[in-house]
């Protein structure tokens, strides 16, 4: 079983601040996703990284993939309250486990 | 756009019951999963299923709990004698082939009472 720590647990911003939340692990994964959820929905797919150090952009979140790819990190840009959610990161493998999540909230 | 489709939406069931939760994954995936979240806390893994057959499981799915694909649509999860701890999200995600992203259905909110 491949354990992906997320730090930190909670987070509570005010907008228009940065913000950076990890993911770990000491495995390696093939490939890592985000996955953004919102009380009382399923998660959904924000990015897929495959190649360590790899960077993608996607508007205000940048998301990169440890060279060894064992971590990565999810970097918000000028937070606004419509990111508000939980964050969760998976790597790829036969059974696909969770992190705990980071619950980030964006005050207005 | 496809997407994987979860019914019910939510389950309201006696203590003892049985329950099954349905689930349509994209069609052509391969890969099945099972997860569960309690309220306010994090999204377990409990299941994988793949070419008919379970190929991984978590200490949550005990012997209570099955996973069926009975006609090459639809995947279910059963929880033969439900018991209050029971009570959660479940969610049901494919991915089109193993080390790929999963997608994920809105999920069954199951309370036990």
């Known amino acids: 079983t491949q354990l992906l720590e997320q730090s930190p647990q909670f987070l509570s911003i005010q907008e228009g601040e940065n913000l950076t939340v990890y993911c770990n692990s000491s495995?390696?994964?093939?490939?890592l996703q985000w996955y953004r959820q919102e009380p009382g929905e399923g998660p959904v797919l924000l990015v897929t990284?495959?190649?360590?150090?790899e960077v993608k952009k996607l508007k205000r979140l940048t998301f990169q993939f440890g060279d060894a790819r064992k971590d990565s990190s999810l970097h918000i840009t000028a937070a606004q309250p419509g990111d508000t959610g939980l964050y969760l990161c998976a790597g790829a493998s036969d059974d696909m486990r969770f992190g705990a999540g980071t619950r980030l909230t964006v005050k207005p | 756009e496809p997407e994987v489709t979860q019914t019910p939406s939510h389950q309201v069931t006696q203590m003892g019951q049985e329950v099954i939760l349905r689930c349509v994954p994209i069609s052509n995936h391969l890969y099945f999963y099972w997860y569960r979240q309690i309220l306010g806390q994090k999204v377990e893994f409990l299941v994988s299923f793949y070419n008919n057959e379970i190929s991984e499981k978590s200490e949550i799915f005990d012997d209570q709990f099955s996973v069926e694909r009975p006609d090459g649509s639809n995947f279910t999860l059963k929880i033969r004698s439900t018991k209050l701890e029971d009570s959660a999200m479940y969610f049901c995600?494919?991915?089109?082939?193993?080390?790929?992203?999963?997608?994920f259905g809105q999920g069954t909110r199951l309370t036990v009472v």
């Open positions: 990284v495959v190649t360590g150090g």
């Open positions: 495995s390696v994964f093939s490939s």
């Open positions: 995600a494919s991915r089109p082939t193993g080390y790929t992203e999963a997608f």
